[in-house]
């Protein structure tokens, strides 16, 4: 019979997430958050043959990613939870599950295609049926030239025509998935539009959303994908949104460290359209957008100086010509304080840019006859490049972002979207875009969660007590006394985190715990000292029994011991809680790394060595031909009777012998005796 696997605190975290994970599809839990997942992500990554592993290191932009973030919303869910050892709600079995989690998390399977309404109004008919074929001649294109990247030429031979502009195969790729990946990064982002926008039955769904998808969208313009973007996953949330929901008017608010030339080029032309359209058009095709950005502008795109990329990175143009714009610039910094000051005085300003449009268009419809309710919401690209924790790469212009900016600023997007005269009603859809490095996404997205849902999930509910007794009057004496040291941190921003949650110790815990540090060969054990006398021997070891089932009473008779009571449950920490809801959220039924160097290697044609005898040497001329090897001569008896056969020719070792062989006396030969002569 089996014994029953061991409890560990791994197993206990696994089998509560799992219930609780389960749970979050019941209309009964509730939460004002939502994480969006979806596993075809995982399908995009690099794929040109014979690529080497430092190219392949090289490659940024990877399904990794999608694991990096996983793990960083699994620890916010742990952290704002309290579900581990040291919360409010650590896991256990017996558990009843709570009704009001820190944000639910909904692993979806949806797909918008790239040709439908949504897409092609952002993206123009041409462009995604020209995406589409590419993406489905990706898989015969790498089989044959290695090159999938290639534009499908039209009217070529006419002359006269414009050759199409080519991609640039550093920052972009394509394989047989990655079609599935953008459609349904798409859906995701759909399902948190509709998660937002609409209400679940009696109780009211959440208010935002967080959407994990990869790749990114805000460098890619209507007609030209670029810097890893091959559809702009916001741009499109805001036309879904206003055909579904009937959206008016939106502000895209972007920290990622590059400057998102995509997004705003688009902004700039929906806005321009807008304007020439006649008043009795539909509204959903008069939506008003922003952008508002915060961004490194000696980084990509405008790392070379090219002037029209830096001077629209550099743009500010408030309620002017139908358009609102705003970039600032990061800013070098030495202390936190330092840091904090830039953000008082200068980074803070896109939210105050960000109100004042979302409040001028309010204005303007509800002041305007026969237009519609209005109807806003706050889209956040969500970059995490900027992070000090990012690769010395992203950080080769010597400015960042320390980890608690994201759930700062996040916080204060959110005292924003819930602000009265806005017509947002706390509205807000954030869409994963950069971060590359393992380190910068967990904790970016960690922090970024934290603000985004951090005042919900730590307030405690506190039991009533009795104005009377003694417990309330010593309660009442003692109160003034911190006896239980410091509580979560209160920022200036009234959130509830605390910041030692992403320090170096604790992200180094969890690193360590996903990938443990290789330990060090253990060392052979030396040889024992030589038996003694006290050594037992053979038949005595058979006849001992296990001491530890047995005791001797006073009375000196062996009885075995009464059943020992079962171990207490381990406590689950909050690395190990963090580590098993990670797992649950990563599929196990599909690819979801990189292809690795031997994947992309040129495979190998084994070549048969031809058969000696059935191969001609033609007899080389020449003067410096080899000499051909003489045939053996087949060995015959002598006396066979075949006289053309040759002989054997004599050994040398034969000449050695100096004694002939006699043949054995038979028995009529008479041996000669001595005697005389």
Same mark, same amino acid.
């Not at 990554?45 to 990794?64: A, F, Q």
């Not at 620890?75 to 650590?90: I, K, N």
């Not at 209160?490 to 360590?512: F, V």
């Given at each position: 019979?089996?014994?029953?696997?061991?409890?560990?605190?791994?197993?206990?975290?696994?089998?509560?997430?799992?219930?609780?994970?389960?749970?979050?599809?019941?209309? %009964?839990?509730?939460?004002?958050? @939502?994480?969006?997942?979806?596993?075809?992500?995982?399908?995009?990554?690099?794929?040109?043959?014979?690529?080497?592993?430092?190219?392949?290191?090289?490659?940024?932009?990877?399904?990794?990613?999608?694991?990096?973030?996983?793990?960083?919303?699994?620890?916010?869910?742990?952290?704002?939870?309290?579900?581990?050892?040291?919360?409010?709600?650590?896991?256990? !079995?017996?558990?009843?599950?709570? %009704? @009001?989690?820190?944000?639910?998390?909904?692993?979806?399977?949806?797909?918008?295609?790239?040709?439908?309404?949504v897409v092609t109004n952002v993206h123009g008919i041409e462009w995604m049926e020209e995406l589409k074929v590419m993406c489905e001649a990706t898989e015969g294109k790498l089989a044959s030239t290695g090159?999938?990247?290639?534009?499908?030429?039209?009217?070529?031979?006419?002359?006269?025509?414009?050759?199409?502009?080519?991609?640039?195969?550093?920052?972009?790729? @394509?394989?047989?998935?990655?079609?599935?990946?953008?459609?349904? *990064?798409?859906?995701?982002?759909?399902?948190?539009?509709?998660?937002?926008?609409?209400?679940?039955?009696?109780?009211?769904? !959440?208010?935002? *959303?967080?959407?994990?998808?990869? !790749?990114?969208?805000?460098?890619?313009?209507?007609?030209?994908?670029?810097?890893?973007?091959? @559809?702009?996953?916001?741009?499109?949330?805001?036309?879904?949104?206003?055909?579904?929901?009937?959206?008016?008017? *939106?502000?895209?608010?972007?920290?990622?460290?590059?400057?998102?030339?995509?997004?705003?080029?688009?902004?700039?032309?929906?806005?321009?359209?807008?304007?020439?359209?006649?008043?009795?058009?539909?509204?959903?095709?008069?939506?008003?957008?922003?952008?508002?950005?915060?961004?490194?502008?000696?980084?990509? !795109?405008?790392?070379?100086?090219?002037?029209?990329?830096? %001077?629209?990175?550099?743009?500010?143009?408030?309620?002017?010509?139908? %358009?609102?714009?705003?970039?600032?610039?990061?800013?070098?910094?030495?202390?936190?304080?330092?840091?904090?000051?830039?953000?008082?005085t200068r980074y803070k300003v896109l939210i105050d840019k960000a109100r004042a449009f979302l409040r001028s268009h309010t204005q303007r419809l509800r002041s305007a006859p026969n237009h519609p309710k209005p109807k806003a919401a706050i889209f956040l690209s969500a970059g995490f490049d900027a992070s000090e924790w990012e690769s010395q790469g992203m950080q080769r212009h010597k400015v960042n972002v320390p980890t608690e900016f994201y759930a700062r600023f996040t916080r204060d997007v959110v005292k924003l979207a819930e602000e009265d005269g806005l017509g947002v009603d706390g509205r807000v859809i954030s869409v994963l875009e950069g971060g590359y490095s393992d380190r910068a996404l967990i904790s970016g997205v960690f922090s970024h969660l934290s603000g985004l849902c951090g005042s919900q999930s730590l307030v405690k509910k506190e039991e009533p007590v009795e104005e009377n007794g003694l417990a309330y009057e010593m309660g009442r004496r003692l109160g003034s006394l911190?006896?239980?040291?410091?509580?979560?941190?209160?920022?200036?921003?009234?959130?509830?985190?605390?910041?030692?949650?992403?320090?170096?110790?604790?992200?180094?815990?969890?690193?360590?715990?996903?990938?443990?540090?290789?330990? *060090?060969?253990?060392?052979?054990?030396?040889n024992g000292f030589p038996p003694t006398y006290s050594s037992p021997t053979h038949s005595f070891s058979q006849k001992v029994v296990d001491p530890s089932k047995l005791y001797r009473s006073m009375s000196g008779t062996v009885r075995p011991l009464p059943q020992a009571l079962a171990p207490p449950l381990p406590d689950v920490d909050w690395v190990t809680a963090a580590h098993e809801l990670s797992k649950l959220l990563i599929p196990t039924n599909r690819q979801t790394k990189s292809c690795r160097p031997e994947d992309l290697a040129e495979p190998r044609v084994r070549k048969d060595r031809p058969s000696p005898a059935n191969t001609l040497v033609e007899p080389a001329t020449g003067r410096m031909q080899l000499r051909d090897r003489r045939s053996k001569i087949p060995y015959v008896e002598p006396g066979s009777g075949d006289d053309a056969a040759p002989v054997r020719p004599v050994s040398r070792n034969d000449r050695r012998r100096t004694i002939a062989e006699v043949p054995l006396l038979s028995d009529d030969i008479v041996p000669m005796l001595p005697g005389p002569i």
């Open positions: 019979m089996e014994e029953p696997p061991s409890i560990t605190a791994a197993s206990v975290a696994a089998e509560y997430f799992a219930r609780e994970l389960a749970s979050h599809a019941d209309a %009964q839990t509730s939460a004002d958050a @939502l994480v969006v997942l979806h596993d075809s992500c995982y399908g995009h990554r690099y794929s040109r043959p014979k690529t080497t592993k430092s190219m392949l290191s090289m490659i940024v932009e990877r399904p990794e990613r999608i694991h990096a973030s996983v793990l960083g919303l699994s620890t916010a869910y742990v952290r704002l939870g309290g579900r581990h050892a040291e919360g409010q709600s650590p896991p256990h !079995p017996t558990r009843i599950l709570d %009704q @009001l989690p820190p944000f639910k998390i909904r692993k979806t399977s949806r797909h918008i295609s790239v040709t439908s309404s090159k999938e990247l290639e534009r499908p030429q039209e009217n070529s031979d006419i002359s006269g025509s414009i050759k199409k502009p080519k991609f640039h195969d550093g920052d972009l790729y @394509l394989c047989p998935e990655s079609l599935a990946a953008f459609e349904g *990064a798409l859906g995701g982002v759909c399902d948190g539009v509709d998660a937002v926008f609409g209400d679940t039955g009696n109780n009211k769904g !959440p208010t935002k *959303a967080f959407v994990a998808i990869r !790749p990114p969208g805000h460098h890619c313009s209507s007609d030209f994908p670029s810097g890893f973007c091959w @559809l702009n996953n916001v741009h499109v949330g805001i036309e879904y949104a206003a055909q579904t929901y009937g959206l008016t008017h *939106a502000a895209i608010i972007d920290f990622d460290l590059h400057h998102g030339d995509g997004s705003q080029s688009i902004t700039w032309e929906r806005n321009a359209k807008s304007a020439k359209m006649p008043k009795n058009a539909p509204a959903s095709k008069k939506t008003a957008t922003g952008y508002f950005s915060v961004h490194d502008i000696n980084s990509y !795109p405008c790392e070379y100086g090219d002037v029209e990329k830096v %001077q629209n990175a550099s743009l500010c143009i408030e309620n002017a010509h139908g %358009q609102s714009v705003w970039n600032v610039h990061l800013q070098p910094w030495k202390t936190e304080d330092e840091f904090w000051d830039l953000y008082e911190n006896l239980n040291g410091p509580s979560s941190t209160k920022r200036p921003n009234g959130a509830t985190y605390e910041t030692r949650w992403w320090n170096a110790d604790n992200l180094y815990a969890l690193e360590n715990l996903i990938n443990p540090t290789p330990l *060090a060969p253990a060392r052979k054990p030396r």
